[in-house]
C-alpha cells in the first residue's frame, strides 16, 4: 500500500527567506507525482505536476524535483512571500490506479 | 475556465438523514473524482468516472455512499443515513484525459462541500 510522508509538518520562515518541502513515497510504481496548495477553507490549487520520467519541473519561484528510485520529491521556493502561507500537500498517480494518494501536508507560515 | 464548482458550500444536518452535494467539473473535462478530507489529513480517494462510467471505487465508499454522473457532465454524491464520522470535506476533482489509460494532466479541486453531521 503506497504511503505518502510529509516533513517538516509545519514550518515558519521570516520572508525573503528561501525554503524546502520535503515528500517520500513508499511505492516507486508511480505514474506522476503533483503538489498542491490548500488555503484554509478552500480547495485545493495545482501547482505543478512532474511525470514518472522527469526529474524536475519549475513555474515561477517554485521548483519540484522528483528522485522515483528512491522515493522522494522536493518542492523549492524561493524569496518566500507571506501570500505563500498555506498546506502544501504532496500527492501520487499509483501506475495503475487513478486516484492520487496523498501526504498529510506541511503547513508554511511567512512572516512578514 | 471557470473552475470545478460545487454545491452547497456548507452543509449541516441531523444524524440518520441523508445528503446530496453536487460537482460541476470544467467543461471539457472528461474524468470526475471524489475526495473525503478529514481535519488535519490530506484528501483519501473515493470514486472515478470517466465520462458517465464508474471506473473505481474506493473501500471507504460503503454501501451508505453513492455517486453518479449521468450524461457525463456533473456528478452527485449522496450519502444516506449519515453517521458523526461522516464529517469532512468532501472535494470533487477534474481532469482531462488525453486518450492514455491514466492521466498525465493535473487534477483540479474545487473548494469543496463541507459535512457537519449533529
Known amino acids: 500500500k503506497q504511503e505518502v510522508t510529509q516533513i517538516p509538518a509545519a514550518l515558519s520562515v521570516p520572508e525573503g527567506e528561501n525554503l524546502v518541502l520535503n515528500c517520500s513515497f513508499t511505492?516507486?510504481?508511480?505514474?506522476?507525482l503533483q503538489w498542491f496548495r490548500q488555503d484554509p477553507g478552500k480547495g485545493l490549487t495545482s501547482l505543478l505536476l512532474?511525470?514518472?520520467?522527469?526529474r524536475e519541473q519549475t513555474s515561477g519561484r517554485l521548483n519540484a524535483s522528483l528522485d522515483k528510485s528512491s522515493g522522494r520529491s522536493t518542492l523549492y521556493i524561493a524569496a518566500s512571500q507571506p501570500g505563500d502561507s498555506a498546506t502544501y500537500l504532496c500527492?501520487?498517480?499509483?501506475?495503475?490506479?487513478?486516484?492520487?494518494?496523498f501526504g498529510k501536508g506541511t503547513k508554511l507560515t511567512v512572516n512578514p | 475556465d471557470t473552475g470545478v464548482s460545487q454545491d452547497p458550500r456548507h452543509k449541516i444536518t441531523k444524524r440518520g438523514q441523508n445528503v446530496t452535494f453536487r460537482c460541476d467539473p470544467i467543461?471539457?473535462?472528461?474524468?470526475l473524482y471524489w475526495y473525503r478530507q478529514t481535519l488535519g489529513q490530506g484528501p483519501e480517494f473515493l470514486t472515478y468516472f470517466q465520462n458517465e462510467a464508474q471506473l473505481e471505487k474506493s473501500r471507504l465508499l460503503s454501501d451508505r455512499f453513492s455517486a453518479e454522473r449521468p450524461k457525463g457532465s456533473f456528478s452527485t454524491l449522496e450519502i444516506q443515513r449519515t453517521e458523526q464520522g461522516d464529517s469532512a470535506m468532501y472535494l470533487c476533482?477534474?481532469?482531462?484525459?488525453?486518450?492514455?489509460?491514466?492521466?498525465?494532466?493535473?487534477?483540479?479541486f474545487g473548494d469543496g462541500t463541507r459535512l457537519s453531521i449533529l
Open positions: 467543461s471539457e473535462h472528461n474524468r
Open positions: 511505492d516507486s510504481a508511480i505514474y506522476n
Open positions: 476533482a477534474s481532469s482531462l484525459g488525453m486518450g492514455t489509460p491514466y492521466s498525465n494532466q493535473p487534477q483540479h
Open positions: 500527492a501520487v498517480l499509483q501506475g495503475g490506479s487513478e486516484k492520487l494518494v
Open positions: 512532474i511525470q514518472s520520467s522527469q
